[in-house]
């Protein structure tokens, strides 16, 4: 059954078109303008149902529906109104039930399930007078949450409803909400589960949010799919059940990083997963028992993975994505660390837990790639960061350092290794500015771990790559506490390789 969905806002269109396309029965035609809709109505005698928008650049809905009756008054049409009232005045609906039992009228913001089920209504209206039987396959998709108006809600003259609107609307943000309101989630999260703690909604505008999966409603994976297939990065939760659905996930990654069998690519993927939670949490609520929780979860499981001894810079390959540098920078980080640690013979789990541990947390408080990538405040990118953002980046080890301390029992040396990861053997570091002969060994270690995956992430990895990095440390850290890790790290390169 063909179906013509003229609508001027393109998202709108394309969040129908996802979820029509999923009906065999359905074949759906979009339009923007009055003019595109005309054509499509005179190029296709057989369209059964048009579900249209009122106000566009080069007209209003009435043009389409006089011309839809025009060529076939049997026509169901779906009026979508931003407002109720808004076409009293227009003569053209004046008989709009009259004209047609099929016709019908929702008010902005509303979800394609609710019509869907009219839509379902027609098909069924047609297919049981071609074949004299309905069709059993047919079912409705409106969730039971989101009721819709009765018939007699319509009965009266267009735009008098006899019953609120809100019941034929209501799986969109209402508007007097705004982002505030909400957490967003990145969208690659909602395929580890099949149903979500919280509603979830999907971002129209600044200030316009559509709802695209009820509270517990299980939901396929192909829907996710198809978001990410059209561009969204991203879906939001109320910030009221944001609690519960940060609790659950968590707990959904916690138990993925538990199991033994589970293969190098997933557990990878899993460890960013939590450690990203972690970041989003210390960035609401500071470090706290929760944050520290998680990333003790994730710090295990690199641990593990470390004493598992597979090529460490074939695995690194496959977590350089380049989709969220702070993440993927801490847990290579991680990585690095924990191999260059085991290489000089710190390989005992609880220095590996402190390295570890520190990679996780040492650029928590930094929430954009262009301020944690900064490793020199004497450098063009340092200088080109704004007052307030250079004041971050410096103040940020001290920051993070000091809360570190405020947690009870905590591991030994990790709050000095993060106040000073961004020292240099040079002295021309910060916060402290202090030279090789003082900055502790470990740290060190930390510091060439760090820039090791600065110069994978940013540089071009070839035959060359290592040669050329190898010479550069040597100028670099090849004086006081730094010799040691220098000399583990190119025995480390030696011994592992990088396709």
Not at 65 to 80: D, G, Q
Not at 262 to 282: F, I, N, S, Y
């Amino acid at each position: 059954m063909k179906i013509l969905h003229v609508e001027h806002e393109e998202l709108i269109r394309e969040l129908y078109a996802i979820e029509f396309e999923e009906k065999e029965y359905l074949e759906i035609s979009s339009a923007s303008t009055v003019e595109e809709a005309i054509q499509i109505l005179q190029q296709n005698n057989d369209i059964k149902i048009i579900i249209c928008g009122h106000k566009f650049t080069d007209g209003n809905s009435e043009k389409i529906y006089s011309l839809a009756k025009t060529i076939n008054p049997e026509i169901a049409f779906i009026l979508n109104l931003s407002f109720e009232g808004e076409t009293n005045n227009v003569s053209e609906y004046k008989t709009f039930k009259d004209d047609n039992h099929n016709n019908h009228i929702v008010i902005k913001p509303n979800e394609a399930g609710t019509i869907l089920t009219f839509i379902n209504e027609v098909y069924n209206e047609i297919y049981t007078a071609e074949h004299g039987t309905s069709p059993t396959s047919l079912t409705s998709t409106t969730p039971s949450s989101t009721p819709v108006a009765p018939e007699d809600a319509f009965t009266n003259e267009l735009g008098e409803f006899t019953l609120p609107s809100v019941q034929v609307v209501s799986k969109f943000l209402s508007p007097d909400k705004d982002e505030n309101s909400y957490r967003r989630v990145g969208i690659n999260r909602f395929l580890r589960m099949n149903t979500i703690p919280a509603e979830v909604y999907l971002k129209l505008g600044e200030e316009k949010f559509i709802k695209v999966i009820n509270d517990n409603e299980p939901y396929d994976f192909s829907r996710i799919k198809k978001y990410i297939k059209k561009g969204v990065n991203y879906l939001y939760i109320p910030k009221a059940q944001s609690d519960q659905f940060i609790n659950n996930y968590s707990s959904l990654l916690k138990s993925t990083l538990s199991k033994p069998d589970v293969p190098l690519k997933d557990r990878l993927e899993v460890q960013q997963d939590v450690l990203k939670l972690a970041h989003e949490r210390a960035n609401l609520v500071g470090i706290d028992k929760g944050v520290i929780e998680d990333m003790t979860v994730a710090t295990n499981s690199v641990i593990n993975t470390v004493y598992q001894n597979y090529d460490l810079f074939t695995m690194l390959s496959s977590m350089m994505k380049k989709n969220d540098y702070i993440v993927e920078h801490s847990l290579t980080t991680a990585f690095v660390a924990g191999h260059l640690a085991t290489e000089i013979g710190w390989g005992a789990e609880s220095t590996l837990q402190k390295i570890a541990m520190a990679s996780m947390l040492h650029d928590v408080y930094l929430d954009k790639e262009h301020m944690a990538s900064i490793t020199c405040k004497n450098s063009v990118a340092f200088r080109a960061l704004t007052e307030e953002e250079q004041q971050k980046v410096l103040t940020h080890p001290f920051n993070t350092a000091s809360h570190i301390d405020q947690m009870a029992n905590f591991l030994p040396d990790v709050s000095s290794i993060v106040f000073a990861h961004h020292e240099q053997p040079d002295g021309c570091g910060f916060p402290l500015g202090i030279n090789s002969i003082r900055i502790p060994q470990i740290t060190c270690a930390f510091i060439i771990a760090e820039d090791l995956v600065n110069c994978m992430y940013y540089g071009k990895v070839n035959a060359n790559f290592f040669d050329n990095l190898t010479l550069k440390f040597k100028e670099k850290y090849n004086r006081g506490n730094f010799r040691v890790a220098l000399e583990a790290l190119i025995s480390m390169l030696d011994k592992n390789s990088f396709e």
